[in-house]
């Protein structure tokens, strides 16, 4: 767990929501949401995790992309 500086708490509470963060090394960003968001969007989206299982349907992956 990361813990935030106070100018980090800062931009949270008055900054644009979600709060974007930024890997000086990488360039790559992210959003920091609060955990309780996070929960609500992890299960909205729960029922499309499901894996492919049935490789009867292989055929219906294009090969040639």
């Known amino acids: ?4 500086t ?3 708490r800062q931009a949270f ?3 644009e929501q979600p709060t974007v963060a930024v890997n000086p ?4 960003e992210y959003l920091m949401i609060r ?3 996070y929960e609500k969007v992890r299960l909205m989206l729960k ?10 349907d292989d055929d ?5 992309v």
Not at 25 to 28: E, L
Not at 49 to 55: I, M, Q, S, T, V
Request: no cysteine; charged share 40%.
């Open 47 to 56: 029922p499309f995790a499901r894996g492919w299982d049935d490789p009867a």
């Open 25 to 28: 090394d990488t360039g790559q």
């Open 60 to 64: 219906l992956i294009r090969k040639d």
């Open 1 to 4: 767990m990361i813990e935030l």
């Open 6 to 8: 106070p100018e980090q």
């Open 35 to 37: 955990r309780e968001v």
């Open 13 to 15: 509470d008055q900054g």
